[in-house]
Structure formats: structure tokens, C-alpha cells
């Protein structure tokens, strides 16, 4: 299959192919890995390769709604048997799982076929994709800069026309921050509609999930109706709607009440263009006949960030410990950064923890008392356009002071010098809107509607109350329908392939 042809459809389209007889499986994997190699030099999106497994199980045949369409997943949380999980690490890129995730499974059920892992950073810790086992995977729309994080090398490989759509999760803004990076469809679904595990059934005290990046919503709807559903190991069972989720992306949203909101909430600076692409998407709105007008929730988003810290940093350090038990790994198999926030985390008393982890009821509550007035909340998903890789590496002085927490363990001193504050600014200043659906556990999608002009892309977010993954469905359909983004390629497109970049790594260093 010609690549111009096989970018011209989404996964849906793809799976119509071969049920068709239009095309073979073995065509669309040859197409994909195709594309894969002629793009990957430059972007450094997966990290690693499961081309013979692919194969293997095209042979044996494949059914479901999306039987025979390539795919990726992420390198995070997001098991196969046998395989090693490297969740960005040294430390655990050669050690295989013991058996796949029930969302691997969903995926395999419904006929995806899985040929790699992408590149995430050092356990999905930063909204960038840049570790240092593997190199940074850049973006397609300009390979200075970052395709965001921590789903960056999904996201990358979607925009380049690699695969229609890829797996991915999100624990403060990891499907939505790549997809506002990378021209994308990113929605996060709400808190237990898309189940974890067999391992752990709640990370992150539920703020996280698994979900998909795409460059349609009928393929974020269709993938969701694959993904949704409890299991039977789960914490408990959560309602899907009677109708599906395709069927609510096919159908038109009711006049909505959309509240919107462009300051950052945490107080740090805001791009003009970020302030633009709400501004822009209001006016879109509102000529689709919605009532938008500004607003605020009401939530403390500063305190909020602070406490969203404090479960990171902690959740760090279990992490490291674990992996030491788990491979016997010392301390110098992790990336310095993620020893510092550990040590950070260690530093929390349990008392602290426990009421920092109760206030998140709060922020529910005054969430839900917002979306009692407004349907939606409008903010943009990242304060900026995507950064320049390296831009937001550890600045000197923080590293200084990292080297004295560490020598010394006195990270709570930390706390009373303002450090936690700078690390607030230095963590989430780029990305300050996306933490409040994960604490709150509110679906929320990145659409985008808006390029700078310099030429790269800008998503917006929605946010919806419990159970509104049907209303953001049908409003960036939408929204789809009123400006179209499918066709919109990145510059990184020429049927001859691409120059390699010397600072470029291939695979774990």
C-alpha cells in the first residue's frame, strides 16, 4: 500500500480496508514500519521494536473492530508478557513483564496490531520526552522542539503518519499535552471508565488513566468503546452510557454553556499565542451557536498544583524503591531529576500527605459546582507553543540545590526556602491547566483548532463533569466538521525520507 494512501485514512478507515478486502494486514504493517523507518532517525519515537511479533500474529489472523491495523503503545504502564517495560528508565529497559495489561488486552482483542513501544520520559514524570536512556523524541511539526509528555513518542508517531492513532495515558496531562503539541486528538477519559492493572487498580489515587491519541474523533470514540468497561479486578464498576461513544461522536451536542478561562491558574506567564488559540476557539464556538463567556471554577489551581506535587513526588520515590527491589538497580540507574523529586516525596510526613490527598475532595466539589452553571470549561491545554528540546532541562541552581538534598537528605528545609514553590513554576508553569481534571477525575480532550504563526499547532481543552465523555465527543466532532484538521501534515513528509540528526541517539544508550 501506497503511503499517500494509507495516511489518507484513520484507523476506522484503515480496519474498513481490510474487512473489505480492499487490503491485507501484512500491507498495512509493511506500510507502517515503512513509514516508521523513513521518519524515525530524525524523531526517535519508539524505543523499542516488535516488527517479528507483528508479523507473527498477522499470520495467524486477526478479528475485531480493528483487525489488522497497525499500531503503538506506550512504553508505560502498558505491559506485554515477556517484554520489557522500560517506563523511560535504564533501570528496567531489560526487564520483561510477567504478563500484559488488561488495556493491552482490550487493544489485542479488538485486532490492533502492536509492532512498539514509544518513548516516554524517566516514569511519565515531565511533560516533555526527553529521557536519558533513550534521547528525546522530537516533533514532526519542527524536530527542534518537544512533541510534549509523558505520551511524546505516541504522539510523535501520529503526526508523522506512522499509525492513525496510539496508546497512551495520563496522570496529569500526558494524553492532552502531547496532543496540543503534535496536532492532535488527545482525550483523557474519567477517572475508572478505562480500567489499569492487572497490577495496581487506581495509579496515582485514580488520577491517571490509560487512553489513545488520534487524529479523529470517530477513532477516539470508536477506541474508547474498545477500552471502556469495568474489570473484574478493578476497585468497582463504572457506569459506560446506554448509547456508545461512536454513536455519540455521530451525533450533533446540544447548545452548550461553556465557561473559558486563558490565565494561567497557577500564576505563571501565558504565550499571547496560547491566549489567542481560546480566544479563537470562543469565536468558533459561538458561531456554532454555544454560549461561551468567561469564567472562573472557583478552585484554588496554586494549592491544587502543590498538592498534585506532593502525590508525584511520593508516588517518585515508591517507584525507585520498588524498582531497586524489583532489579537490585542502585541509585545511579536513575536520571538525577527523578532522584530529586523522590527525595522530595521522602520528605513528606504521612499527616501532610493524607491532607493533601483529602483537599482533593474539595476541589471536586467546587469543580462540580462550576460545571452546575457550565457545561464545559474552555482553557488552553499548554501555556505556550511546544518547547525547544532542552529548554526546560533542571537549571544550574536547582541542581545545585539537588546535590546538597541528596548528600545530606534535608529536602524538608527545602520546602521552607520556597523551593516547592519554584518547582511548582519550574514543573507546571508550561503545562498549568491539565492537573485539575486528573485530581478532580473529570474527563477532559485536547482539540486542535488553532496553529501560531510560526506554524505550529496549539490544542485547547474542555473539561466536562463525571460522565461526559459523550458531550466532549460530539462537541470536537463538531468542531471537526467546522474546521477540519485531518488532511494538515507536518513539514517532516517527504517521500524521501530524512537526513539522521547527530545528536540524535537510536535506542537505549
Avoid at 74 to 79: A, E, I, M, R, V
Wanted: with cysteine; net charge negative.
Amino acid at each position: 500500500m501506497d503511503y499517500s494512501e494509507y495516511r489518507r485514512h484513520d484507523a476506522v478507515g484503515l480496519a474498513e480496508l481490510v474487512v473489505t478486502g480492499q487490503v491485507s494486514a501484512d500491507d498495512l504493517l509493511d506500510t507502517a514500519i515503512a513509514r516508521l523507518e523513513q521518519v524515525e532517525p530524525t524523531l526517535n519515537s519508539v524505543v523499542r521494536r516488535l516488527d517479528d511479533r507483528a508479523r507473527a500474529r498477522v499470520r495467524e489472523g486477526v478479528d475485531g473492530p480493528f483487525a489488522g491495523v497497525p499500531f503503538l503503545i506506550k512504553d508505560l504502564g502498558q505491559d506485554i508478557a515477556g517484554i520489557p517495560t522500560s517506563s523511560g528508565s535504564r533501570a528496567l529497559a531489560q526487564w520483561p513483564a510477567e504478563e500484559n495489561s488488561v488495556i493491552v488486552d482490550r487493544w489485542l482483542d479488538a485486532g490492533l496490531v502492536v509492532f512498539g513501544k514509544t518513548n516516554t520520559p524517566e516514569f511519565g514524570a515531565k511533560g516533555i520526552t526527553e529521557p536519558e536512556a533513550f534521547g528525546p523524541t522530537r516533533n514532526p511539526w519542527d524536530p527542534t522542539r518537544t512533541p510534549g509528555g509523558s505520551s511524546g513518542g505516541s504522539a510523535a508517531a501520529v503526526a508523522a503518519g506512522v499509525v492513525p492513532a496510539a496508546g497512551a495515558s495520563d496522570g496529569g496531562g500526558s494524553i492532552r499535552i502531547p496532543a496540543a503539541c503534535c496536532g492532535l486528538l488527545g482525550l483523557k477519559p474519567g477517572r475508572g471508565l478505562v480500567p489499569t492493572g492487572p497490577r495496581g487498580g487506581e495509579p496515582l489515587h485514580g488520577a491517571a488513566t490509560n487512553g489513545v491519541i488520534t487524529r479523529t474523533v470517530r477513532d477516539a470514540a470508536a477506541l474508547l468503546d474498545v477500552m471502556a468497561g469495568p474489570h473484574a479486578a478493578g476497585p468497582y464498576p463504572v457506569a459506560r452510557p446506554e448509547r456508545s461513544y461512536t454513536d455519540s461522536a455521530r451525533t450533533a451536542p446540544a447548545r452548550l454553556r461553556i465557561g473559558f478561562a486563558a490565565a494561567s491558574p497557577i500564576g505563571t506567564p501565558v504565550d499571547p499565542e496560547a491566549i489567542a488559540a481560546v480566544e479563537d476557539a470562543a469565536a468558533l464556538l459561538e458561531e456554532l451557536g454555544h454560549h461561551v463567556e468567561p469564567a472562573s471554577t472557583g478552585v484554588d489551581e496554586r494549592r491544587l498544583a502543590e498538592d498534585f506535587l506532593a502525590m508525584w513526588f511520593a508516588t517518585a520515590a515508591a517507584e525507585i524503591d520498588e524498582t531497586r527491589r524489583l532489579t537490585g538497580a542502585g541509585p545511579d540507574a536513575f536520571e538525577f531529576d527523578t532522584r530529586i523529586i523522590a527525595e522530595l516525596g521522602r520528605s513528606l510526613s504521612a499527616p501532610d500527605y493524607i491532607e493533601a490527598h483529602a483537599r482533593w475532595a474539595d476541589y471536586s466539589r467546587q469543580l462540580t459546582e462550576f460545571h452546575e452553571r457550565y457545561d464545559l470549561l474552555l482553557t488552553p491545554t499548554i501555556a505556550g507553543p511546544p518547547v525547544r528540546i532542552g529548554e526546560l532541562a533542571t537549571p544550574r541552581w536547582m541542581r545545585a540545590v539537588g546535590k546538597v538534598l541528596l548528600a545530606t537528605r534535608t529536602a524538608w528545609i527545602a520546602g521552607r526556602a520556597g523551593f516547592i514553590d519554584r518547582l511548582v513554576d519550574e514543573n507546571l508553569g508550561r503545562t498549568p491547566y491539565t492537573q485539575l481534571a486528573n485530581i478532580t477525575g473529570r474527563p477532559a480532550i485536547s482539540v486542535p483548532l488553532y496553529w501560531t504563526g510560526a506554524g505550529l499547532p496549539l490544542g485547547v481543552q474542555f473539561v466536562a463533569p463525571l460522565g461526559g465523555e459523550p458531550t466532549l465527543l460530539a462537541l470536537a466532532a463538531e468542531l471537526e466538521q467546522a474546521r477540519p484538521w485531518f488532511d494538515r501534515q507536518p513539514p517532516l513528509a517527504p517521500a524521501n525520507g530524512l537526513p539522521a540528526q547527530a545528536d540524535q541517539p537510536s535506542g537505549l544508550r
